[in-house]
């Protein structure tokens, strides 16, 4: 399916699919340093690659957290990085405002955040775009019950989806991955992809700033990649401590090669079963 994507490679060979990038559009500078190393490994190792980055964050702890560099400006480097580097790319909508301005800039994944997997008039909006919507599971949805959201975009004339777990909270501050969630939205026919990162956050913090396990990180992906996720999603800057978004539970950009190094052999092998 996602063979329809324009601009992505590698679809023949059996391998997963990427969705990888900062948590959100920082500056020209940090996107095309990002961008630039991530495709150069995926096309070493093969991974068909969507480029993501965030053009703007809707949902944070406190008031003063970082939102964004401006719409508009923020959408023009992604749209640039599309057209300089010839990746698709994927970023987060908020509203049915947000389905239309980000398809008018070419994005080709519109991406419904977990807290958002529920909310109708967005899945409709950005199934009306025709562009790929990714559905990320709801931490408070079953695996199960994302088939009424995929449902809601395929009834409005979409069946580009594409279904994201990225964990299921665990009391107030953590969350787990149940790898059940995988076969299940499997049965839905659309591919399932595992968000290695945001899974491991430590969220409600009482500094106000979400916390992380990036050590599990790899443990989380060969796990996903094991249980026969489709796709991989991870946020990944230089320095994750100066990220402006999600840094406590990001991937370091100098450890993905290594990382995706390591799935791209445990896939091998599962392809042989």
């Not at 990746?87 to 977990?114: C, G, M, R, W």
């Not at 107030?172 to 945001?198: A, E, N």
């Not at 899974?199 to 599990?216: A, D, I, R, Y």
Request: proline letters at 5%; glycine letters at 6%; hydrophobic letters at 40%.
């Amino acid at each position: 399916m996602i063979e329809k994507i324009p601009n992505i490679k590698h679809i023949n060979d059996n391998n997963f699919f990427l969705l990888a990038g900062p948590c959100v559009v920082e500056s020209e500078k940090n996107v095309f340093e990002i961008a630039e190393k991530l495709l150069d490994i995926t096309e070493k190792l093969k991974i068909p690659y969507i480029f993501k980055a965030s053009f703007k964050k809707a949902n944070r702890s406190r008031i003063d957290s970082f939102t964004g560099i401006g719409d508009e400006k923020a959408l023009k480097i992604l749209r640039k990085v599309k057209e300089n580097l010839k990746i698709p790319t994927v970023t987060d909508i908020h509203s049915p405002e947000d389905a239309k301005k980000t398809a008018d800039f070419d994005i080709d994944v519109l991406q419904i955040p977990a807290f958002l997997s529920r909310q109708t008039d967005l899945l409709v909006a950005a199934a009306k775009t025709g562009k790929f919507v990714n559905i990320k599971k709801g931490q408070f949805m079953s695996p199960e019950s994302m088939k009424f959201a995929a449902q809601k975009v395929s009834e409005s004339g979409n069946t580009n989806i594409m279904l994201t777990d990225r964990g299921t909270m665990f009391g107030y501050g953590d969350l787990i991955v149940d790898f059940r969630s995988v076969p299940i939205m499997q049965k839905t026919g659309y591919p399932v992809i595992v968000d290695i990162t945001h899974s491991l956050q430590q969220p409600n913090q009482t500094s106000g700033v979400t916390g992380g396990q990036p050590e599990m990180i790899e443990t989380i992906g060969k796990a996903a990649i094991a249980a026969g996720a489709d796709g991989i999603f991870t946020e990944t800057h230089p320095n994750p401590a100066e990220a402006k978004s999600d840094g406590a539970n990001m991937l370091r950009l100098d450890a993905v090669y290594e990382l995706l190094n390591r799935l791209v052999k445990i896939r091998k092998v599962i392809n042989t079963f």
